[in-house]
């Protein structure tokens, strides 16, 4: 399985950069994980939408969903046929604000003509070929999903966004790599108590990684200027396991 970045920017972009979108490949099959700002045009370098089985979200913040809105402009304006249209994968109750999105950007059909827009039901395997994406509910300030990708006996976890808690170590349990957001510099910088969590630190995500025995761990999601070797420092004095940060455009190989 490889797992390819087009995006690693926090809901603020680093410069230059897209927010979440990761290409996940394997078992014949081809998945973009979240489509934030500025990943439709990091996709288009490599492939035409058309080339993805689905497209999965998993969370309703704009830097995970909001270039949904530009893929649709890569499809001619009229309606395509029902079978040809791009499966979206959307969060569970999330079709009213689709409809507000889509009526916003001038027009209530922007996206059904173009996509085949269904939900999940937040647990069950989504299946595209030998790939299987399995939903698991985090800890984010909306209803957030992280998923486990499994293909050609190697799995792949992405943690989408979330605080510290038990379904993490649970999604990450024995993955062969752990795509894990990384957004605060400092606990100081999420919600405070009696707020709940919702964001990692670099060393929470290692946490997370060594206590689930991930066997690697890309950290994502994050601030980061020049190679930010400061996330990577600060998840190494934790999980003794391989450690990336994310590199747009960047494939890693999962598993063997
Ligand atoms: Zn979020
Ligand atoms: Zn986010």
Not at 2 to 24: D, F, H, M, Q
Not at 166 to 181: G, I, K, Q
Not at 183 to 189: A, D, I, M, Y
Not at 190 to 219: F, I
Request: proline share 7%; net charge negative.
């Amino acid at each position: 399985m490889k797992l390819t970045i087009l995006g690693r920017s926090p809901a603020w972009p680093n410069p230059g950069e897209a927010c979440a979108g990761y290409l996940v490949e394997g078992g014949g099959a081809r998945v973009l994980m979240d489509i934030g700002p500025g990943v439709v045009a990091q996709l288009l370098r490599r492939h035409h939408p058309d080339e993805l089985d689905a497209v999965i979200v998993s969370h309703m913040h704009t830097d995970h969903m909001l270039d949904l809105a530009t893929l649709r402009y890569v499809y001619p304006w009229r309606a395509r046929p029902r079978e040809q249209r791009l499966r979206v994968v959307m969060p569970p109750g999330s079709a009213d604000q689709m409809l507000d999105l889509a009526r916003g950007v001038g027009n209530a059909r922007h996206f059904e003509d173009s996509f085949r827009l269904s939900e999940h039901d937040g647990s069950s395997p989504l299946v595209f070929g030998g790939m299987s994406l399995t939903p698991m509910a985090t800890e984010h300030f909306i209803p957030c999903w992280g998923f486990r990708a499994e293909a050609d006996g190697a799995l792949l976890a992405y943690t989408a966004d979330t605080g510290p808690c038990d379904n993490v170590r649970t999604l990450a349990d024995r993955a062969d790599l752990l795509l894990s957001e990384a957004t605060l510099r400092s606990v100081e910088e999420d919600a405070q108590p009696p707020e709940r969590r919702g964001h990692l630190t670099p060393a929470e995500a290692a946490e997370a990684a060594r206590d689930a025995r991930a066997a690697s761990l890309v950290l994502t999601h994050l601030p980061a200027d020049g190679d930010g070797s400061w996330a990577r420092d600060a998840a190494a004095q934790v999980f003794d396991g391989a450690i990336a940060v994310a590199e747009p455009g960047r494939t890693y190989e999962v598993g063997r």
